[in-house]
């Protein structure tokens, strides 16, 4: 595991609504239960990445899950924070939805010593991407680099990960004029 790893210092994993931040937290637990640390507000998050318990004492905070909102409020008001020159790991969920705007610009921005991986399983391609944006920040390959790794829908049905799809088809219309059934 990432945290294993001496030189690594914390895990980010930043997230853009609260469903998946559940989710992340649910599948830590599911792998080792406490791995991962989530947080109610910015506060919280501050006291994680500076790895102070509720009481002001050391704890260690390898792995935190954050709403890429409160990661954005706290460097808003934490300009020079020692945790942006601190070994980071960040992983942002669902990439292709909120990670191309200024909160994931001013957090990239403010981390100096970080590896960063995206995660989506719709990514923005040049042929999908939106007009209007900043051309060398608009695919998913621009801002997270070239892809490690692909998992396609015929490789989570083939590890029993979803169902196969299943399509019935039913013609309403013949039934409905021709009494056909």
Not at 21 to 48: C, H, P, W
Not at 59 to 68: F, G, L, R, S
Not at 136 to 164: C, R, W
Request: proline share 3%; aromatic share 12%; with cysteine.
């Amino acid at each position: 595991m990432v945290t294993e790893i001496p030189t690594i210092d914390k895990v980010i994993f930043v997230v853009d609504r609260k469903d998946p931040d559940y989710q992340i937290m649910k599948e830590y637990d599911r792998f080792e239960k406490g791995a991962a640390n989530g947080n109610s507000s910015t506060k919280v998050l501050q006291r994680q990445l500076e790895n102070k318990n509720r009481r002001g004492g050391y704890e260690d905070y390898k792995i935190i899950v954050t709403a890429i909102q409160k990661l954005d409020v706290f460097i808003k008001r934490n300009k020079k924070h020692d945790i942006y020159n601190k070994h980071v790991i960040l992983i942002f969920d669902e990439c292709h939805r909120s990670q191309f705007g200024e909160m994931h610009k001013a957090i990239i921005k403010s981390f100096k010593n970080y590896h960063i991986f995206g995660f989506t399983g719709t990514p923005i391609f040049a042929a999908n991407a939106p007009s209007g944006r900043n051309p060398a920040f608009s695919t998913t390959e621009q801002v997270f680099g070239e892809k490690l790794h692909t998992y396609t829908m015929v490789d989570a049905i083939n590890d029993g990960n979803v169902l196969p799809f299943r399509i019935d088809f039913k013609n309403t219309i013949f039934e409905k004029y021709f009494g056909l059934v």
